[in-house]
């Protein structure tokens, strides 16, 4: 079984451009999960889709970032007007169902430069 | 608010030994599911194991195990007979029982290195 697939595995960008990154959650997962993975803040929930709805997003910068979910086999995380402090690694993960015992199962991420 | 604690920074042992590494948790809720996961050095997330809390047995998984001991709000992992590509950071998460969030808090993770 193919685990998480993100896209792109690297992207540099100029300060000011736009960044999409792709994901595709596990086949028949219904839950996906975004973090964003840095050395000062470690591991930290950005937003999560429970079939293909938006459920919390409480971890997303207000400005510049939005997720969305067309059909259940990808989700993208969009940065608009990239900054430096974005550069991290962003992680996918998709589980089974949400609730109960769920398992996260992460992509390898896509490890974002902000020059 | 959730928060988890790994307090080793990181972990040095010899091949073939046994190592514990340290999580302690807060929530507020009764029902909750903790975890560990590891990061091998070339970036990916790997789940390891589970414990549900409502679950008094410790869950083992190969030769991973948990010392979970709910009134210090502790879970530990035990890794036996540790191997070389056992070196990697550990990291322990929580997700509360909660369906308007599924979550993961994580610690800061330790780095353990298994030397031969």
């Known amino acids: 079984n193919a685990g998480v697939i993100q896209t792109p595995r690297h992207k540099v960008t100029g300060k000011g451009q736009e960044a999409t990154l792709w994901c595709e959650p596990i086949s028949g997962h219904s839950a996906v999960f975004w973090y964003r993975q840095t050395i000062v803040q470690g591991l930290e929930f950005l937003t999560y889709f429970r079939n293909q709805a938006p459920i919390d997003d409480s971890g997303m910068p207000k400005e510049r970032f939005s997720a969305q979910m067309p059909n259940q086999s990808h989700s993208t995380l969009k940065i608009q007007s990239t900054q430096p402090q974005d550069s991290a690694v962003y992680l996918c993960?998709?589980?089974?169902?949400?609730?109960?015992?769920?398992?996260?199962?992460f992509g390898p991420g896509t490890r974002l430069l902000v020059l | 608010a959730q928060k988890v604690t790994q307090t080793q920074t990181s972990i040095s042992v010899m091949e073939k030994t046994t190592v514990t590494m340290d999580c302690v948790y807060e929530?507020?809720?009764?029902?909750?599911?903790l975890f560990w996961y590891k990061q091998t050095a070339s970036g990916e997330i790997v789940f390891l194991i589970r414990?549900?809390?409502?679950?008094?047995e410790n869950a083992t998984v190969g030769h991973y195990s948990l010392n979970f001991q709910k009134p210090k709000s502790s879970i530990g992992l035990i890794i036996t007979a540790t191997q070389i590509e056992d070196s990697a950071v550990y990291f322990c998460?929580?997700?509360?029982?909660?369906?308007?969030?599924?979550?993961?808090?994580f610690g800061d993770g330790t780095v353990l290195t298994v030397k031969p």
């Open positions: 414990q549900d809390s409502y679950k008094k």
């Open positions: 998460a929580m997700r509360e029982d909660n369906t308007n969030t599924g979550k993961l808090t």
């Open positions: 993960a998709s589980s089974f169902r949400l609730g109960g015992e769920d398992t996260q199962y």
């Open positions: 929530t507020q809720d009764s029902s909750y599911f």
